[in-house]
């Protein structure tokens, strides 16, 4: 088992900064790689970014691409999201989200992927 914990959420003006953290504990050897996904009520939860656990390979989506930085910890289990040169449209419930499954980081984008989710950190973006 492994349980994510995310913090760091919070209300800002469009244009600036903020940094979201997911630390994880339990069997984080198992983890190969982890993910931050967001989601606005009433829609789909959406893809933001993913870094293999072991590597550090990354992949975005595109509507945060040159804006926001994944990264990892791997002596503290921890994963950060660097969010900057944020917009109303990044206001969302952000989680994060740990596989266990050794697989291309093109896969990474799917939510059915993961196996273990944190219960989400809110990020509200004024304008």
């Known amino acids: 088992q492994v349980q994510l914990v995310e913090s760091g959420g919070g209300l800002v003006q469009a244009g600036d900064s903020l940094r979201v953290s997911c630390a994880a504990s339990g069997r984080t050897s198992s983890m190969y790689a982890m993910a931050w996904f967001r989601q606005v009520s009433g829609k789909e939860r959406e893809f933001v970014a993913a870094v293999r656990w072991s590597g550090g390979s990354t992949i975005y989506a595109d509507s945060v691409k040159g804006r926001f930085t994944i990264s990892r910890d791997k002596a503290m289990s921890t994963m950060y999201l660097q969010m900057n040169s944020l917009k109303p449209e990044d206001t969302a419930v952000y989680s994060c989200?740990?596989?266990?499954?050794?697989?291309?980081?093109?896969?990474?984008?799917?939510?059915?992927?993961?196996?273990?989710w944190g219960q989400g950190t809110q990020v509200t973006i004024s304008s």
């Open positions: 989200a740990a596989d266990t499954l050794y697989r291309s980081i093109t896969y990474y984008g799917r939510p059915s992927q993961y196996d273990y």
